[in-house]
C-alpha cells in the first residue's frame, strides 16, 4: 500500500512532463507540416549537368 504513495506522484509527475514536450513541440511548429516531408523523398533529382572531359585535363 505505501509503494501506492510514490507511484501515484511519480505518474502525475510523468503525465505533467509529457504534456509540457507536447505543448513545447506544438508551440515550435513540429506539427506544422506533416505531408511535405513524407512527399520529398519522391520527387526527382535535378538533372547533373554535363563535365566536359578536357576540363580536368587543364
Same mark, same amino acid.
Given at each position: 500500500? &505505501?509503494? !501506492? !504513495?510514490? #507511484? *501515484?506522484?511519480?505518474? %502525475? $509527475?510523468? #503525465?505533467?512532463?509529457?504534456?509540457?514536450?507536447? $505543448?513545447?513541440? %506544438?508551440?515550435?511548429?513540429?506539427?506544422? /507540416? !506533416?505531408? &511535405?516531408?513524407?512527399?520529398? *523523398? #519522391?520527387?526527382? /533529382? =535535378? =538533372?547533373?549537368? =554535363? &563535365? /566536359? =572531359? /578536357?576540363?580536368?585535363?587543364?
Amino acid at each position: 500500500m &505505501t509503494i !501506492l !504513495l510514490m #507511484l *501515484i506522484p511519480l505518474s %502525475v $509527475v510523468l #503525465l505533467a512532463v509529457s504534456i509540457g514536450a507536447f $505543448v513545447w513541440a %506544438v508551440r515550435k511548429g513540429q506539427f506544422d /507540416d !506533416l505531408d &511535405t516531408p513524407a512527399l520529398d *523523398i #519522391l520527387r526527382d /533529382d =535535378p =538533372p547533373a549537368t =554535363p &563535365t /566536359d =572531359p /578536357d576540363d580536368d585535363a587543364r
